[in-house]
């Protein structure tokens, strides 16, 4: 096996395959599968993914490999598994699909050099560069007036040398110690062979004749109140050692958490849990979908499965979203399992980050919890993966390599015959379909923890406080409530449906929204031509000055920020303390934590935020829980408002009375009558699903339908508009009469960062050929998309962001 196979750190259609390269002498037995490698790669050295190795290759004149960047590898052969599959599936290129895998710091980029090669005085160009250096910085010959050409003759003729440097960015945080190498009665005998006037060295010999164990430089030093000239001749002698000793980084260092007994399973999570222990048991693949109202103990479950699957010395990853990562989800698995758990979300530094991944590549921890990319764990023996409140659009990747953590989760978990776990109280619809109809097993939890009810709700109509006269933001009866829960001590969460761009118009009056007669999904407003678009199919109209529906002239822009929400609030009611919680005030690091444990502390009556508080709060004198807005999301050009409106809807609600004190809700809506504000107000999820059901299949929508998303960009609208027409037309042409081609239409945001951005979808059930057809296209456009400011051209298979 003296050849590796190498993905190398080119993301290109002509590099995406592999590479062989020889394996020197000095590196046999030591290149593995999984490791990183530095090889020439034309003129350069560059990085590159050792994929696996061969002893015969199709071609004789192999490059050798340069240098070898881990001693053990990165890449598990499973993860390499998945790296490839994962290709597949999203069509980017595979070397993207291993770096997706690898922490930040990881990920190395590279420094060009210009190199001096030889003592003899160099020509006089080149000495100006390099003034009296070996080294230079290869910017600095780019800022010089020497030209490309001279600078070729110069390397021709051996001057000088260009030279890639991979500069790898991974930080270890190491401490220097000090050790003794000698036994105790060899060290007074070195002590007596020091000179009398060596005091700090003799008080050194003497400190270690005492104690044998090694310590921290710095805080030797500080002890002896001597500095580290002393140490010299003593480590010269062989007295003593210095090293390196690697520290991890603990973010959780600080804290203490309490340990937690699993409780006794009610007898509803008992029924739920068996299946799951079963498969564990097994050692079977199978898919779960653990569907459990708010407050039903759903957690409980995950820990308690996890707990059996360290029993067999397995491993488990637990995902999160990244706004439920709270400190109360990591305490209660820190609480439960101490030091087993690792930790990833992204308030953590690149080093912090690198730390955790590191405890779970050297198997010092069983169990992470983490965000989305806590999927690529380098477990090797995992037992379980679960996945909590699985419906969120945060486990999809929006960049690059666009993929969807649950199906990630899913093939690792074939790969280790092992169960995965959905938990939701609001299942995605195509889970939950997926689910009825069998192919994932249902668990379902139908009540509350301690005999908790669900909170009871009140839906208000906004059009009605306006008629009466209240041009407010809070409606009288969640002013009267708010008061009344300050009065008795108790504390409120108001939510200020918010997430992404208000683009619609409504009526203040009826509560009217214009819809696209075509797409089901509210046409997006464009100030400049003054006209209503829809971004799925094109359909436009001029923007109405009165309301088509009832004629009032109150129909314009909606939208609210929680600034304006909380000084309304404060104003209102001037003894109300507020805390509010939005992208501005969460933006300084451990500032989420702090303003949780504040409101935990009852240091607040009132709790304002935007989605960050919708999930996994569970503060048990929390009573009231007000719904601003409950509108703003509904009206999202996005064919999953419906759904995410009910999502969002129970999960807020699910904060209020979850344990003695009952809950009450109230959502402020115009729209009062829509089937998702109606239905979450009522906690029926069957319906929703149902009603929900049937729009989709009318309008060709997912799970009835697959969705492919272009989104193709560039700073020329009149080429955007050109290649995108080019890819309907393509597409139209090639795929089957089954398929429906969207497009070409401007995306809901039209242009970013000066570049015009235009999208066509494709509405398919059985495409086969569709992604053979979709890499001949970016084959095509390749040259186009390498240029900078270039052509943009992405595919995404199970679009989320549609905008
Ligand atoms: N078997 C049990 N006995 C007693 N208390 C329990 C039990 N299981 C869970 N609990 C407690 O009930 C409360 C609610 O449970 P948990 O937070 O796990 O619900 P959940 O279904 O995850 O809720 P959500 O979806 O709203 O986050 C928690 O405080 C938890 O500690
Ligand atoms: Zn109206
Ligand atoms: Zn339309």
Not at 270 to 292: N, S, T, Y
Request: proline letters at 5%; a neutral charge.
């Amino acid at each position: 096996m003296n050849i590796a196979r190498v993905i190398v750190d080119v993301p290109s259609q002509n590099t995406n395959r592999l590479f062989d390269y020889g394996i020197p002498e000095k590196f046999v037995n030591i290149v593995q599968p999984g490791m990183r490698v530095i090889v020439p790669f034309g003129p350069r050295k560059i990085l590159g993914y050792v994929i696996s190795l061969t002893d015969h290759s199709e071609f004789d004149k192999l490059k050798n490999i340069e240098d070898v960047l881990d001693i053990t590898p990165t890449l598990t052969p499973e993860l390499l598994q998945i790296g490839k599959w994962l290709s597949k599936q999203t069509l980017s290129f595979y070397v993207s699909c291993l770096q997706v895998m690898l922490p930040q710091v990881l990920k190395a980029k590279y420094r060009k050099e210009l190199w001096r090669l030889t003592d003899e005085v160099l020509p006089e160009e080149l000495t100006n560069i390099f003034a009296g250096r070996d080294i230079v910085n290869y910017q600095e010959f780019v800022n010089s007036e020497l030209s490309y050409q001279q600078l070729r003759k110069y390397i021709d003729e051996g001057w000088v040398d260009v030279h890639y440097e991979v500069k790898s960015r991974e930080t270890k945080k190491t401490t220097t110690m000090i050790t003794p190498l000698l036994e105790p009665i060899e060290l007074e005998e070195a002590l007596i062979d020091l000179p009398k006037q060596a005091t700090k060295q003799r008080t050194i010999l003497e400190y270690f004749i005492e104690k044998q164990d090694p310590l921290p430089k710095k805080q030797l030093l500080s002890i002896l109140n001597t500095s580290a000239s002393s140490l010299k001749p003593l480590i010269k002698q062989g007295n003593i050692r210095e090293y390196k000793l690697e520290t991890m980084r603990d973010p959780y260092a600080h804290r203490d958490f309490e340990r937690t007994l699993p409780f006794p399973l009610t007898e509803e999570q008992q029924v739920a849990i068996v299946p799951i222990l079963h498969r564990l048991e097994e050692e079977k693949h199978e898919v779960f979908l653990l569907h459990g109202v708010t407050g039903s103990g759903k957690t409980e479950i995950y820990l308690q499965s996890i707990q059996r699957v360290l029993d067999k010395d397995q491993e488990a990853i637990m995902l999160v979203p990244e706004i439920a990562l709270t400190p109360q989800m990591v305490e209660r698995f820190k609480g439960r399992f101490g030091s087993k758990v690792a930790v990833l979300h992204s308030g953590l530094s690149a080093g912090e980050k690198y730390d955790e991944w590191r405890k779970i590549q050297r198997k010092e921890v069983q169990v992470v919890v983490g965000a989305r990319s806590a999927i690529f764990a380098p477990f090797t023996n995992i037992g379980i993966i679960i996945i909590d409140e699985e419906h969120e659009s945060s486990y999809k990747q929006e960049d690059r390599t666009r993929y969807h953590a649950r199906d990630v989760a899913i093939e690792r978990a074939k790969i280790h015959e092992c169960p995965v776990v959905l938990g939701s109280a609001t299942p995605a619809l195509e889970t939950y379909a997926r689910a009825a109809k069998g192919n994932y097993q249902m668990l379902t939890l139908k009540k509350r923890m301690n005999n908790a009810t669900m909170p009871s709700t009140e839906l208000i109509d906004m059009r009605d406080e306006l008629h009466q006269g209240n041009r407010s933001m809070f409606s009288r009866v969640l002013l009267d409530k708010l008061k009344d829960r300050i009065n008795k001590g108790e504390q409120s969460v108001l939510f200020l449906n918010r997430r992404g761009y208000a683009t619609f118009v409504m009526c203040r009056d009826c509560g009217h929204v214009k819809e696209c007669p075509h797409c089901d999904i509210a046409l997006t407003y464009h100030r400049i031509q003054e006209r209503l678009k829809c971004h799925y199919c094109s359909y436009e109209e001029p923007m109405p000055n009165e309301c088509p529906e009832c004629e009032s002239k109150t129909i314009r822009y909606f939208g609210t920020g929680t600034q304006k929400v909380e000084e309304a609030l404060q104003e209102l009611i001037p003894e109300a303390r507020i805390i509010r919680m939005d992208v501005d005030t969460t933006s300084r690091k451990g500032a989420h934590e702090r303003l949780l444990n504040d409101f935990g502390n009852k240091k607040a009556d009132v709790l304002l935020g935007t989605q960050m508080i919708a999930k996994g709060l569970d503060f048990g004198n929390v009573t009231l829980v007000g719904v601003l807005a409950a509108d703003a999301l509904l009206n999202l050009p996005d064919f999953r408002a419906s759904e995410k409106t009910f999502q969002l809807i129970t999960q807020v609600s699910g904060r209020a009375g979850r344990q003695k004190l009952a809950g009450e809700v109230i959502i402020q809506t115009y729209t009062p009558d829509h089937y998702s504000i109606q239905l979450a107000s009522e906690y029926n999820f069957e319906q929703f699903f149902k009603e929900e059901m049937n729009l989709r299949k009318a309008f060709n929508y997912p799970p009835y339908f697959f969705l492919t998303l272009f989104t193709i960009s560039h700073p020329n609208q009149l080429k955007v508009q050109e290649v995108t027409q080019k890819i309907v037309y393509f597409m139209r042409k090639k795929l089957s009469e089954e398929a429906d081609i969207l497009g070409p239409t401007p995306s809901a945001l039209t242009r970013i960062n000066n570049r015009y951005r235009y999208q066509c979808m494709v509405k398919y059930k059985d495409e086969p050929e569709q992604r053979k057809l979709i890499q001949r296209i970016l084959h095509y456009y390749e040259d186009e998309m390498k240029e900078e400011n270039g052509l943009q051209i992405t595919v995404d298979f199970q679009p989320y962001q549609l905008m």
